[in-house]
């Protein structure tokens, strides 16, 4: 599985950010273009922090609120703009919880499928993972190698 580096993926979600926010100005507030915050919300969930995505979670908010005021988004009274910000938070923040655990989840069930559920040794799955890793590693520097593995599943 291939991701992004945590710092590629905060500039990623910050760039995400801004490009959504200014097409959002940029269509004006009777396209609802909220929903694509979700997208570098997720992504700074799945590759980053939590903190991290809180903070990407406020920006987008942020970012949703300035550009509805900005291109004449009224409403008939001014406490619907700190209601608004507080769900469009609360969307975003449980989205990103969500994606967080789903990647903790994730990489949990990766390394147990790595392990024999009684011994809690590295099974075969393991072994030819790291076998291939170290085998290229020989190939590279054009030395020899050796592996000894045992099965004991047979006995």
Known sequence: MTSLS???ARLASIAGVTVIGFLDY??????????LYFLPVALAAWSCT????????????GAWILSNWLS??????????PINFISQ????????ILVSELRRRLTFEEALSRRDHLTSMWNS?????AAELLLAVARRSSRPITFAYLDLAGC
């Open 26 to 35: 940029a269509t004006g507030h009777e396209v609802r273009l909220f929903p």
């Open 72 to 81: 004449g988004k009224s409403y008939s009274s001014l406490f619907i703009w």
């Open 125 to 129: 799955r393991a072994f030819y993972e």
């Open 6 to 8: 945590s710092n590629g």
């Open 50 to 61: 939590r903190a991290w995505t809180f903070a990407m979670s406020v920006l987008s908010t």
């Open 89 to 96: 938070l609360l969307a975003l923040g449980i989205v990103g």
